[in-house]
């Protein structure tokens, strides 16, 4: 079964910058498109960003884009999250997930997930 395995997360402060790894197991990695997601306090879980299966394809949440870059090692079967210019607003637990490529388009239904990372960003 899909494994996947978060890390990174920390307190921070505002401006700070952080990176949080995902490392995955029990799949054949170079067929999933991965993602990140994450939870406030309170608040349902959102989409932050996603990378194709060959990492030539990215997508961002606006609210996290030109801030945030997603990428992935295919040989290390691992995603990553670098995070810049962190806000208050960005505390979180994050989560990883991974989706088979559709046939169509690149962006899969994501339906394997981690246990999270809390991140927290002190103002």
């Known amino acids: 079964q899909v494994q996947l395995v978060e890390s990174g997360g920390r307190l921070v402060q505002t401006g700070g910058s952080l990176t949080l790894s995902c490392a995955a197991s029990g799949l054949t990695f170079s067929n999933y498109g991965m993602g990140w997601f994450r939870q406030a306090p309170g608040k349902e879980r959102t989409f932050v960003a996603a990378i194709s299966t060959t990492g030539g394809s990215t997508y961002y949440d606006h609210t996290v884009r030109g801030r945030f870059t997603i990428s992935r090692d295919n040989a290390e079967n691992t995603v990553s999250l670098q995070m810049n210019s962190l806000k208050p607003e960005d505390t979180a637990v994050y989560y990883c997930?991974?989706?088979?490529?559709?046939?169509?388009?690149?962006?899969?239904?994501?339906?394997?997930w981690g246990q999270g990372t809390q991140v927290t960003v002190s103002s």
């Open positions: 997930a991974a989706g088979l490529a559709p046939k169509t388009g690149w962006v899969p239904k994501f339906d394997s």
